[in-house]
């Protein structure tokens, strides 16, 4: 769901400036409490319907639809506000990155790009969401999933919701630098 990794990435730049009591090096913090907020999200994701789709069921296209139609408005609103939300919205969204688009892409162009690349899992030692497969194997071993309840969609608008007065309050209370005050 890339509304929430966008969320999770702004709201880890400000936890970063927040967290960080070097004042030159809180973006850096930031930017790499955004990389592993993905595993976090995405584990947190067995609890979600996570099952959007734009070739599926009227459900599954219409949760597709309204997250995608979400992400763009979530990423828009950010780099309008501050331009150093990109980096964590960048940093949030690495994972799906290299794996989802980089890895397949290099293993679909050996193959000649065959009926779509969406199904091929190659490079698997190599990717970033095994952070998030250690956690669902230990912390959350044997918890049930719900990808595919069409009822938990609504813990995902919640998640969402929560991700923006996390924003909000952190923008109040925790407010970003003058840019020209970086350095």
């Not at 990389?35 to 609890?47: C, E, K, P, Q, R």
Request: aromatic share 18%; net charge negative.
């Amino acid at each position: 769901m890339i509304p929430a990794h966008a969320l999770a990435g702004i709201a880890c730049i400000h936890l970063g400036r927040l967290a960080s009591r070097d004042k030159s090096s809180w973006l850096w913090f930031g930017i790499a409490l955004a990389f592993f907020s993905h595993a976090v999200i995405d584990t947190l994701a067995i609890f979600t319907y996570h099952d959007g789709s734009p070739s599926g069921s009227i459900y599954s296209q219409f949760v597709f639809w309204f997250w995608l139609a979400g992400a763009i408005a979530v990423i828009y609103w950010a780099l309008n506000n501050d331009r150093r939300y990109g980096y964590g919205i960048l940093a949030a969204l690495s994972f799906d990155l290299w794996d989802h688009w980089f890895l397949r892409g290099i293993s679909c162009a050996t193959d000649g790009f065959p009926d779509g690349c969406m199904n091929v899992y190659a490079y698997e030692h190599l990717h970033l969401h095994h952070f998030e497969w250690f956690i669902l194997d230990t912390v959350f071993a044997g918890v049930e999933r719900h990808y595919g309840d069409e009822s938990y969609f609504i813990v995902e608008i919640l998640c969402v919701a929560l991700l923006c007065a996390s924003i909000w309050w952190l923008r109040k209370h925790t407010p970003l630098p003058q840019e020209d005050e970086d350095e």
